[in-house]
């Protein structure tokens, strides 16, 4: 049975994240039953490198199927596209993968976006894909503080209580923060990210942009390794996965 990898990019608000659930449609459902007709109706069962919250977009998601015949991989990019319309998710590039990939435990490292517009006005073109905060931050603290937090640590503090994972610590390669066309972005690569990770450093870095914490509170909230000490969770909408790594000539896509 062949195995297909994908690269998929999809706006995340009418989605529950990438996971099945029960109740609402999913990004996983959608592009299972887009594949289903390629099966010739048998279910298929689609694996994403990353399980994106309700609300969290990306621009380079990769997800696996397997199907029973093969399908030259531009035949199964247009098919696919085909049947997820309407929903706002599309495959980028479709390929064979090799012997012994997958897509989340082959991945070496994983690349988030989060956005933040830091003016007194709404946003109008990027309504749902940023954090709308009416008054100025300081990137530069921000930057500075971020980089407290590179490195190996415990993540407590910045660690969701419905967190899975088998433990709080990672290694966070990189977070950066810069202001870009009028926004702040943050960068943040790791292997791997502890759930909500991403949009509790984002809540506590705005705290230092708006003059309430330094350099030092961070450290100290790091070590306090307690989810209390940190600053709120940001929202879903300003997060994007922006790409996933795999050990050289792994990944066609």
């Known amino acids: 049975m062949p195995r297909y990898v994908l690269r998929v990019e999809y706006d995340g608000a009418p989605f529950v994240g990438w996971q099945r659930q029960a109740d609402g449609r999913s990004v996983q459902q959608a592009i299972e039953e887009a594949a289903r007709p390629l099966a010739r109706g048998d279910a298929v069962e689609a694996t994403a490198a990353g399980r994106t919250d309700s609300g969290v977009h990306a621009t380079a998601q990769v997800v696996q199927i397997d199907l029973a015949r093969a399908i030259a991989p531009g035949t199964l990019r247009d098919a696919l596209n085909f049947h997820l319309k309407p929903h706002p998710v599309s495959v980028l590039a479709a390929g064979l993968a090799p012997e012994g990939f997958h897509a989340r435990f ?46 190996r640590h415990d993540f407590s503090s910045f660690r969701a209580a419905s967190c899975q994972a088998s433990g709080p610590v990672r290694t966070l390669a990189r977070l950066d923060v810069t202001r870009q ?45 307690d989810r209390r000490a940190a600053g709120p969770t940001a929202p879903p909408e300003g997060l994007t996965l922006t790409g996933v790594t795999y050990p050289d000539g792994l990944c066609p896509v």
Do not use: C
């Open 181 to 225: 066309a009028g926004e702040i972005v943050i960068a943040a690569e790791a292997r791997s990210f502890l759930h909500h990770q991403v949009r509790n450093m984002a809540g506590t870095l705005r705290r230092v942009g708006e003059g309430d914490w330094t350099e030092a509170d961070v450290a100290r909230i790091l070590a306090a390794a």
């Open 106 to 151: 082959s991945a070496t490292g994983r690349a988030y976006r989060y956005r933040i517009l830091d003016r007194r006005s709404p946003p109008a073109l990027d309504r749902g894909r940023v954090w709308h905060i009416p008054r100025p931050l300081d990137a530069a603290a921000m930057h500075r503080a971020a980089q407290v937090l590179v490195g």
